[in-house]
């Protein structure tokens, strides 16, 4: 059952289909690439997956694929004015 901590000690398991802590992205120049009729799954293969921890709203993607560890991003919550 894949699953990491996150730093605020949350567990984010994301073995389930379809998982509520999952999110795909995928670059602006790598989406120009599809037009006319896309294949939704060749789509979701060239996207990056990360995760959102529902306790503590950090970022954890895996830029390179499951078998590497992924980054954690923390949200900034410095006011810019």
Do not use: R
């Not at 120049?29 to 990056?48: G, H, P, R, V």
């Not at 895996?62 to 810019?80: H, K, L, M, S, V």
Request: proline share 5%.
């Amino acid at each position: 059952m894949p699953k990491i901590v996150c730093s605020c000690k949350n567990i984010l398991s994301y073995s389930e289909i379809p998982c509520s802590i999952e999110y795909k992205l995928i670059s602006d120049c790598d989406y120009d690439q599809y037009q006319d009729i896309i294949d939704a799954e060749d789509l979701y293969q060239n996207m990056k997956s990360f995760l959102k921890c529902s306790k503590c709203n950090h970022l954890w993607i895996f830029w390179n694929g499951y078998a590497n560890p992924p980054i954690e991003y923390i949200e900034n919550t410095d006011n810019y004015e």
